[in-house]
T-cell receptor
Framework: GAVVSQHPSWVICKSGTSVKIECRSL??????MFWYRQFPKQSLMLMAT?????????EQGVEKDKFLINHASLTLSTLTVTSAHPEDSSFYIC????????????FGSGTRLTVV | GQQLNQSPQSMFIQEGEDVSMNCTSS?????WLWYKQDPGEGPVLLIA?????ELTSNGRLTAQFGITRKDSFLNISASIPSDVGIYFC???????????FGTGTSLTVIP
């Protein structure tokens, strides 16, 4: 149980285009989801906290107009990288808090974004 | 965002050896989690700790919540090749809802 499904697993896009990444909680309701960014051989850096039905909370230094987050339902949160540039190429991972069982936060499988 | 200091940064060990890694923070945390990440995948939860001094095991893995609430330790006994990966600690403060991650420990097990 407690599975977060993230799609796509990888995407290549041209500079200037936008890319949408989806995260769905399959067997539980996620009122809060977290979006992380991970560069090669580095740790996960929290980008924003997504709350169902309200505006996302962004970490310092993360451009909210560039990384649009929508959490319209209890099972779906999306991250849209707008006007992508090569420096946005990274591994993006979502996670959701699991309020039952083993607790902790379960992660999606990640999305490898490459902007060319 | 906040980041925790994790050491060592990388380890190369022989199969069968024990492994120890730790995570420290300048802030007090009320929850510590340990994750393992395989290449190209999201992190998978290994152990969760909720109380200072708590010692919890999961198979060959043992983790402890430091008494000061500012550190945590993970030990892996009798390592095997499938232990290879990057291990991250994550901490949650009293005031926050989100977790912040350590810098990671890359583990290589030599058969």
């Amino acid at each position: 149980g407690a599975v977060v499904s993230q799609h796509p697993s990888w995407v290549i896009c041209k500079s200037g285009t936008s890319v949408k990444i989806e995260c769905r909680s399959l067997d539980f309701q996620a009122t809060t989801m977290f979006w992380y960014r991970q560069f090669p051989k580095q740790s996960l850096m929290l980008m924003a906290t997504s709350n169902e039905g309200s505006k996302a909370t962004y970490e310092q230094g993360v451009e909210k107009d560039k990384f649009l987050i929508n959490h319209a339902s209890l099972t779906l949160s999306t991250l849209t990288v707008t006007s992508a540039h090569p420096e946005d190429s990274s591994f993006y991972i979502c996670s959701a808090r699991v309020s039952r069982g083993n607790y902790g936060y379960t992660f999606g499988s990640g999305t490898r974004l490459t902007v060319v | 965002g906040q980041q925790l200091n994790q050491s060592p940064q990388s380890m190369f060990i022989q199969e069968g050896e024990d492994v120890s890694m730790n995570c420290t923070s300048s802030s007090i945390f009320n929850t510590w989690l340990w994750y393992k990440q395989d290449p190209g995948e999201g992190p998978v939860l290994l152990i969760a700790l909720y109380k200072a001094g708590e010692l919890t095991s999961n198979g060959r893995l043992t983790a402890q919540f430091g008494i000061t609430r500012k550190d945590s330790f993970l030990n892996i006994s009798a390592s095997i090749p499938s232990d290879v990966g990057i291990y991250f600690c994550a901490g949650q403060s009293w005031s926050g809802n989100q977790f912040y991650f350590g810098t990671g420990t890359s583990l290589t097990v030599i058969p």
